[in-house]
């Protein structure tokens, strides 16, 4: 029975994917990580409890030092780690002139850095026992957005440390993959883009079905190479 580390779970697709998850027969264990404490109680309610420990950890993903002793305590807790979840996202795009370092900082420590490190901890507890990492990037990441340089470098980064990760990790049998996600809606995109009616685009629980099979004992055959989510609107159903 597995262990199912998942970062972003306090809302949007991080919400949605641990929703998902708690149905897998699987799962045993889910540990809901993200700051907003009551937002992750939101989360833990919403989920099938049916056999599964849901734990949830408030915790900012901003403090880097503190994510090996948050990893060695839920390792200590339930024995095994055997799926990580990086969906925790930030976004405060700019345009060049009022990019700042600051703003880079911030973005790809929560995008980036926190998901490395994080990723590097688990691994030392996930060689060797048919483990999966799923990272989430974006479209964001592969194909130009003027105005949002530090959100779609960073996710550019997610898929290349997915790729090369997935080469590295492959000989600890841990599988590592990437997922890039379209318009989506969350706050995350209702924050970039106001306007737009969220009934109209993708659900997050879209996402979290592809999250889901990917993770399931059955996916034998992808890894690394960055696989994009969206809806076609000309295909409905
Ligand atoms: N929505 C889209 O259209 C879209 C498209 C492509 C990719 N994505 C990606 O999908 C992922 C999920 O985003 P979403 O759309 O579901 O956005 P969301 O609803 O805004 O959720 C973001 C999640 O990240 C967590 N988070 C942010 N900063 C954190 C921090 N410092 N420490 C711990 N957790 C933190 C938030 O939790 P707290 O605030 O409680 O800490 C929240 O659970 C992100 O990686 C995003 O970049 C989204």
Redo the contacts with the bound molecule.
């Keep these: 029975m597995k262990t199912c580390i998942i ?10 994917a641990a929703i998902r998850m708690s149905e897998e027969p699987g799962v045993r264990n889910i540990v809901l ?4 404490e009551s ?2 109680e939101e989360t833990a309610a919403a989920m099938n409890r049916h056999g599964t420990n849901v734990k949830i950890v408030p ?4 403090d880097l030092d503190a994510i090996e002793g948050l990893v060695k305590g839920i390792y200590d807790e339930f024995g095994s780690i055997d799926l990580l979840l ?6 405060d795009p700019r345009s060049l002139p009022d990019t700042t370092i600051e703003n880079l900082t911030r973005t790809f ?3 980036v850095f ?1 998901l490395v490190v994080l990723t590097r901890e688990c691994a030392k507890y996930m060689r060797n026992r048919q483990s999966k990492v799923l990272n ?5 990441g592969v194909t130009s957005r003027p105005g949002w340089l530090s ?1 779609a470098s960073s ?1 550019a980064a997610v898929v290349s440390i997915s790729n090369t990760l997935a080469d590295e990790l492959a000989e600890y049998q841990i599988k590592v993959y990437c997922v ?10 209702r ?2 883009a106001p306007e737009e009616d969220p009934s109209t ?2 659900q ?1 629980s879209h ?1 979290a079905d592809v999250i889901a099979n990917l993770l399931s004992d059955e996916e034998t055959c992808l890894d690394g190479q960055n696989i994009i989510v969206r809806q076609n609107p000309s295909i409905s159903g």
């Design positions: 970062t972003g779970a306090s809302q949007g697709i991080g919400r949605a990580i993200a700051r907003n937002a992750l915790f900012d993903l901003a990086n969906i925790a996202g930030y976004a420590t929560i995008n926190a989430v990037a974006s479209t964001a959100y996710k890039s996600p379209g318009r989506c809606a969350t706050e995350l995109r924050a970039l685009i993708m997050p996402v």
